[in-house]
């Protein structure tokens, strides 16, 4: 259980380093609204903190809303490529089913297109930068040529990318899921079931892949059908699979939603305003100064 809320933490760190060319907040900010995010995800459908906490963010450093989400994006696809990339080891030492593995070699391509797509539009962006150093100056005299929407999303995308901060980003960004697969792995010990480590890193890919489309509040439902699935992978019975998965999802979400719930409190929101400051969240953001 610390284990899991240590790889909250570390995310916290990682996000924090994703936005430092944009403002230098200060690290409690960023786990406050991370937390917080994570609390609403457990009592609303449709994970409705990831824009909680960016409006969070974007409100108490100034930020346009929309380049502190699309920090969440950049999280999101250095987590394909991690998860990717640790599913590739682990297929080298763990044996999996010809379907599973036909799956894994899938999700690899569409990760290392992803991330080549991103690569050249960083590389492109760093040339015209070199031809052009006011290509993305929002400051320039010359207001009429303010870049459209898309080009401040490129030019928050190339300020990530390019950004010192970015390798720390990355190195985190290893660090986390190594946190959840050990706190996963404790689960397993405790509860009698004799994975190797490995496999407990097939396990959690499962499960992250499974419940990284919105769903139902807390993932309840999803986060125990992708753990039988990840466990049937290896063979485990369908009953202890099923016992399991209601254990590890209670010992893995009660403590984020006793943390949560103090950070949801900090950040000055209450339950019965909740929902309207969702709904309002973007059109807010965007009103504020750049």
């Not at 996963?184 to 890193?201: D, E, I, T």
């Not at 807390?218 to 466990?231: D, H, I, K, R």
């Amino acid at each position: 259980m610390l284990f899991d809320v240590v790889s909250y933490v570390v995310q916290s760190i990682r996000w924090k380093l994703l936005l430092t060319p944009f403002a230098r907040m200060k690290y409690e900010r960023v786990a406050r609204a991370v937390f917080a995010g994570l609390f609403v995800n457990v009592l609303f459908p449709l994970r409705p903190g990831e824009l909680l906490r960016s409006y969070l963010v974007a409100a108490a450093a100034d930020i346009k809303f929309g380049r502190v989400l699309g920090s969440v994006g950049v999280e999101r696809l250095i987590d394909l490529v991690v998860a990717t990339a640790a599913l590739a080891v682990a297929s080298l030492f763990v044996e999996l089913p010809r379907r599973f593995k036909t799956v894994a070699d899938t999700l690899g391509v569409a990760a290392l297109v992803l991330l080549a797509i991103v690569v050249l539009v960083i590389l492109y962006l760093e040339i015209k930068l070199t031809k052009n150093p006011d290509l993305f100056n929002e400051k320039s005299k010359s207001k009429r040529h303010l870049p459209s929407r898309w080009m401040r999303a490129l030019y928050g995308l190339h300020a990530m990318g390019t950004a010192p901060s970015f390798y720390g980003a990355v190195l985190f960004s290893v660090l986390m899921p190594f946190c959840q697969v050990l706190a996963l792995w404790c689960l397993m010990k405790a509860y009698g079931l004799p994975l190797s480590f490995l496999s407990v890193v097939v396990v959690l890919l499962v499960i992250n892949l499974g419940v990284s489309l919105p769903n139902a509040p807390a993932n309840v439902g999803s986060y125990q059908f992708f753990c039988v699935l990840g466990l049937s992978v290896f063979q485990v019975e369908k009953s202890s699979a099923a016992g399991f998965s209601i254990f590890a999802f209670l010992a893995l979400t009660l403590p984020v939603v006793v943390v949560g719930f103090g950070a949801f409190l900090r950040s000055g929101l209450t339950l019965g305003t909740i929902r309207e400051q969702i709904t309002h969240m973007p059109s807010e953001a965007q009103k504020r100064p750049a």
